[in-house]
């Protein structure tokens, strides 16, 4: 199961009391109270599991260490350990309460979410030639807390979008072996599925039906997994009654969500070619082609066509790495 967001709470250490101590040696009656050690940070750092988040599914606050008391003989107390958590490349971490949000968008980078309190001085701090013997000392100072929302979406080069049932989980599984699951009715692809065609990522979106940008069916849950891709291919079922509606529908959708979703580049596959004859595979290519004129007419079962999927990809991304 992926977890694509989550709400937690995110709290900083506090810092250690400062000390108030003397040197109890006869003659020596100076102050000795050392400082207390700053509380630990809270940071998220970028992993390329996806799944990451599925850790704040039951557990839902996280403390950082916190920083310990000042002791005797100027001793400084230890800071807090920090706490990193890790969230998956491609995380939106929306902080509620200041209504600031930050991305973490590569491997192993590491964002600063919640800093520890401060440590408090110690009375030797606060010593001076008027004040030999300062019973000053500060309380160590509160890490911040914060709430936050954490929002999954996926960074991937090519998204497969289009209605229930129109064949994009079969395609990904022949294309990478990413093992989505496939059966003949909607919805069956209840969250996002990724394949790695020779390092091109590429993301099943779950089908997607009319009123998804307000909330219906699968809904705006997975249109957001569409912002980050950087060419879409539009699978549309050759079992379709009207192909146009439900290229529409689908471009509908994308657009009321975000209307530059529906600028990306993009590419039209008349899947399971396998069910219809050759003339109608070529009259409704060409009336997909009065759409967009990137169309292709594939079926997982022609090796063929699949061939020429992967040709494609191949130069999708060769124009990518350019």
Known sequence: ???????????????????????????????????????????????SNLTALNKFRFKKEF?????????????????????????????????????RDVEIVKNEEKILIARGGKGGKGNYFFRSSINTTPKEFE?????????????LRLIADVGLIGLPSA??????????????????????????????????????IPGLIEGASSGKGLGIKFLRHIKRTEILIHCISS????????????????KKYELKLAR????????????????????????LKKINPNVLAISIYDEDSIGRVKKLLREIKGGLQK
């Open 239 to 254: 079992e379709s009654e009207n192909l146009s509606n439900d290229y529409q529908a689908i471009k509908n959708e994308l």
């Open 63 to 99: 403390l950082a260490g916190d920083g310990v008391a000042g002791r005797n003989k100027i001793l400084d107390g230890k800071n807090g350990k920090d706490l990193i958590l890790k969230v998956p490349i491609g995380t939106v971490a929306h902080n509620l309460n200041t209504r």
């Open 139 to 151: 309380k160590g100072g509160n890490g911040r807390d914060f709430d936050f929302l954490l929002e």
């Open 167 to 204: 064949g994009k989980s079969s395609l990904l599984n022949a294309l990478t072996k990413a093992k989505a699951k496939v059966a003949a009715y909607p919805f069956t692809t209840l969250e996002p599925n990724l394949g790695d065609f020779y390092g091109l990522i590429i993301a099943d």
């Open 1 to 47: 199961m992926l977890i694509d967001e989550v709400k937690i709470k995110l709290q900083g250490g506090n810092g250690g009391d400062g000390c108030v101590a003397f040197n109890k040696n006869k003659g020596e009656k100076g102050p000795t109270g050392g400082n207390g050690g700053n509380g630990g940070n809270v940071y998220l750092e970028g992993t």
């Open 264 to 287: 990306k580049r993009e590419y039209i596959f008349l899947t399971k070619t396998d069910l219809i004859g050759e003339k109608e595979i070529k009259e409704k290519v060409g009336e």
